[in-house]
């Protein structure tokens, strides 16, 4: 039973990184036309479109893929739990999934910019994925390049982004109840 909850756990996990990126990409204004970016429209558009008829964006926030992103979340938990046998508290699947959306993306922010600097090592010219990982990633690194400068020709914005997203992690998991940072 643990393999097949696993395996579960990571195909929603995977689709609901999808669906963070795929706000993610509205929100930074990438470039749609890059391959990476169509694989992602691609992925979520079947279930966004017709949630759009229904669900208005507010402003910049395509308010149907955030609700995509809570209904994943709260998918897996009911799967999950369905399957264990365990109740189902709506309140808390409801706290669980918003937190887990807010996890995750940081999650993904963290790993994106791990990817961005080990690609900015060994990049040898134009990579469709770098180039939009740092579309996604430059609006928070830009204002830290603005206030600390590179030092040593080493770029430490990076790091400070880094250190900031272990600290909410630290803050979320200080005052969010144990079950609901997992």
Request: proline share 6%; charged share 10%; aromatic share 10%.
């Amino acid at each position: 039973m643990n393999a097949i909850s696993y395996l579960i756990s990571t195909v929603f996990e995977l689709y609901l990184m999808v669906v963070i990126l795929r706000l993610w990409l509205q929100l930074a204004r990438a470039d749609f036309y890059n391959p990476f970016s169509q694989f992602i429209v691609k992925a979520t558009q079947p279930i966004l479109a017709p949630m759009r008829k229904v669900i208005p964006s507010i402003g910049a926030i395509d308010t149907a893929a955030v609700i995509l992103a809570v209904l994943v979340v709260i998918a897996k938990i009911v799967v999950l739990s369905l399957m264990a046998g365990a109740a189902i508290d709506i309140p808390t699947l409801l706290i669980y999934s918003v937190v887990s959306v807010f996890k995750q993306a940081g999650v993904l922010l963290f790993w994106m910019l791990i990817i961005r600097a080990i690609l900015s090592w060994v990049s040898q010219g134009y990579n469709p994925i770098e180039m939009v990982m740092g579309q996604l990633t430059e609006p928070l690194l830009a204002p830290i390049r603005r206030i600390l400068p590179p030092m040593g020709g080493l770029d430490l914005s990076l790091l400070v982004v880094m250190i900031g997203l272990n600290f909410l992690n630290m803050l979320l998991a200080q005052y969010v109840p144990f079950w609901a940072v997992a």
